[in-house]
RNA sequence: GUUCUUGUAGCUCAGUGGUAGAGCACUCCCUUGGUAAGGGAGAGGUCGUCAGUUCAAUCCUGACCAAGAACUCCA
């Protein structure tokens, strides 16, 4: 057999010759320096036979950063295998060790165990000891083929591994790949010998997970690492998480005063601070002012609805688990309202409606409630009630596409307005559990082939998933990567032609008679409490003057400017600019201190000087730090300020 | 919901089987200053809740509550 290498030349090679024999071929000094391989573009090892053919590369230890994936697994058994030595030399008998699954993943590996007794972080310098001392046996990786029965045999003490290995089909060969004494059930690819694995490790963290990631199986307890091909790359990973630290919402939430959740109240009911509120209105009154634009009326409805409303729109059979459990009150039931919809349909059956009256929109910053598991709840961005920009647009068959188009345009408007340029769009759709959604085929694939076509005509990348319809309709969600590159979904577009089935809602056509309105469901925002928490970390706390709850700080300079700082200030406040005095004893340095750190994005410090010029100083935060301006006329910046403000510039 | 971890002053955190401490914040006094911390004094805690072990529990054990991480889930 054949293979070609990077510059297209033709290496002949016998039959189940390895990357590592094409190595020893082209010479015994890159043979010494390869790490692993690419065969066809797919990352593979030098331990696996070479099918004909393809075209392979060599990745050596020049550039083990491209072969990240195989270090990040080789160490996953490094872990296992230290794992296994630090229980052994406990005293516990080597099968007292069971495994479930350790592959790698994004940043580094994890490896599932089942142990006699709980290992604990404060464990973690003794089995990162060990781990160093692996890899500087030098051990080799060795791949070998097996047949099931032996696999079988050799993992006999292990449950995981043997229902593993009794599930794989009898036709394919079952690998094991060794270091040492250490043998594991695994498919590769690996590093050739510890020796060639990265010394930029570290154990992070450990938790449980459930075997096969089933919550009815028993739960394994999972031990995190993270590696990188040098200590460089990991000290800046390492820097990258601290800096998630320090933007979390829920620390922000604290030290800006924007929000709080207390025990008392309910957990994951959000209590909203006067600052945060600050924050959500101004996000309200710019959402509202673009709907007003675009022709959305407002309306309003009660945070709790009849039992047969949901029962009507199939919300209470669908997401029992997720609503809270009905009221019952004078024999009948109530429910706290998990969606707006069914509400905004009823509205919209409130009277007869023409072919004229369409699309009608209808919006509402719409409070609902969802019991979400309690382990989900986390800050502002998993709660139990939140308020969300809701709107549902009725309209014809023949308006939808420029209708879905024009809130595309909106969500599109939205996002730039906060900068938010790394969204990603996720098409939802239908899987094969059909008996999850309501509502006709024919509705379902007209609708998912409408948003499809929609998006590819605005030019947006985008994913289609299937699955991750709602049960009334396909929908389109935007998602956003926070800074570790946790995935958060922020607003939503879904076509719906089936509640206004369930409701038999219609509009009288030009024909005379009755026709079925198509709706959208929309939410640019998504909810206010997730869109706030995603924010606070988007900005880091440092908002744009328009969003922020403090906008201004007066710092007099001594005790005798204060008069004068208090007449500014109640004349930006008269102007709608949300100033304050630091009129403390404290030195200026300190006000200025202070400002910096409760993120004020403008300082205005007044003294002597000043006060005789009606003037100010500016110092402002910018990102790369700050910006000084001195005797600045105090009418000038007043009006600047206030421009700034209004244009949300 | 499950597993693990955590819970001490408003915040960030030390600490001990003999009922507690620091820094910041707060109050008062002195200081009146020019772009990231002036000095001093004071006040503030059922050591998450409830049981148990003990002569004695904030500390040990258990249950519960809450938070964090992960898993599962997410209209």
Request: glycine share 8%; with cysteine; net charge negative.
């Amino acid at each position: 057999m054949h293979v070609f290498l990077p510059d297209g030349k033709r290496l002949d090679l016998p039959e189940g010759a390895t990357a590592l024999d094409a190595a020893k071929m082209i010479g015994p000094r890159l043979a010494q320096d390869a790490l692993a391989a690419t065969v066809g573009g797919e990352l593979t090892d030098l331990m696996t036979p070479l099918p004909g053919g393809a075209a392979i590369t060599l990745i050596t230890k020049k550039n083990p950063g491209d072969a990240a994936p195989l270090f990040r697994h080789s160490l996953g058994h490094v872990l296992s295998q230290a794992v296994g030595e630090y229980y052994v030399a406990r005293g516990f008998a080597h099968e007292a060790v069971k495994r479930g699954v350790g592959p790698a993943i994004e940043n580094g590996f994890y490896q599932d165990f089942d142990l006699p007794q709980p290992l604990s972080e404060e464990e973690f310098p003794a089995i990162e000891a060990l781990m160093r001392d692996i890899l500087s046996r030098n051990l080799d990786i060795t791949r070998a083929e097996v047949g099931k029965d032996r696999a079988l045999a050799q993992f006999s003490y292990d449950p995981y591994k043997v229902e593993l290995i009794a599930a794989l089909p009898d036709a394919e060969p079952i690998t094991f790949y060794s270091q040492g004494d250490y043998v594991d059930l695994c498919r590769g690819p690996h590093f050739p010998r510890t020796g060639a694995l990265p010394s930029a490790f570290k154990l992070m963290s450990t938790s449980s997970a459930y075997w096969r990631g089933d919550a009815s199986n028993p739960t394994l307890q999972r031990v995190y690492g993270v590696a990188f091909a040098g200590q460089k790359e990991l000290d800046e990973y390492l820097e990258r998480l601290e800096e998630a630290k320090r933007r979390d919402h829920r620390r922000l939430g604290k030290e800006l005063e924007l929000f709080t959740i207390d025990p008392l109240v309910g957990k994951g009911l959000p209590l909203w601070l006067p600052n945060g509120t600050v924050l959500r209105e101004e996000l309200t009154r710019f959402l509202r002012e673009q709907q007003f634009q675009r022709y959305y009326q407002g309306v309003i409805t009660p945070n709790i609805g009849n039992l047969e409303l949901y029962k009507t729109s199939g919300h209470y059979q669908n997401y029992s688990d997720s609503n809270f459990s009905p009221i019952t009150v004078d024999d009948e039931q109530y429910m706290l309202k998990p969606m707006n919809c069914p509400h905004h349909v009823r509205i919209y059956a409130s009277k007869p409606r023409s072919y004229r009256d369409l699309p009608v929109r209808l919006a509402e910053f719409g409070t609902v409630y969802r019991y979400e598991q309690s382990g989900e709840l986390n800050g502002l961005t998993r709660v139990r009630g939140f308020t969300q920009d809701d709107a549902h647009i009725f309209c014809r068959p023949d308006q939808l596409k420029t209708e879905f188009l024009a809130v595309l345009d909106l969500t599109v408007l939205v996002l730039g307005t906060f900068g938010m340029t790394d969204v990603r769009f996720r098409v939802g759709v239908r899987d094969a559990s059909k008996d999850k959604y309501v509502g006709s085929d024919a509705n379902w694939d007209a609708a998912e082939a409408q948003i499809i076509e929609a998006v590819g005509e605005v030019g947006l990348p985008f994913t289609v998933e299937p699955g991750d319809a709602a049960f009334y309709g396909p929908k389109l969600d935007f998602v956003i990567k926070d800074v570790i590159g946790r995935e958060w979904q922020l607003g939503t577009i879904q076509v719906d032609y089936n509640l206004p089935e369930r409701f038999d809602i219609s509009y009288v056509g030009e024909d005379g008679a009755d026709h079925r309105p198509v709706m959208i469901h929309r939410a640019p925002f998504g909810s206010l409490e997730r869109f706030v928490g995603i924010l606070i970390e988007h900005y880091g706390g440092d908002f744009p003057l328009w969003l922020a709850p403090r906008q201004v700080v007066l710092i007099p300079i001594a005790d005798r400017h204060n008069a004068y700082a208090e007449e500014l200030q109640a004349e930006l406040h008269r102007a709608g600019l949300r100033a304050e005095v630091d009129d403390s004893s404290s030195r200026m340095n300190a006000k200025v201190r202070q400002a910096e750190l409760s993120k004020i994005p403008v300082m205005l410090i007044v003294g002597d000087k000043e006060q005789e010029e009606r003037a100010v100083s500016v110092r402002e935060r910018t990102p790369e730090g700050h910006k000084e301006r001195k005797g600045v006329q105090f009418a000038e910046l007043k009006t600047e300020l206030l421009e700034r403000y209004q244009t949300r510039s």
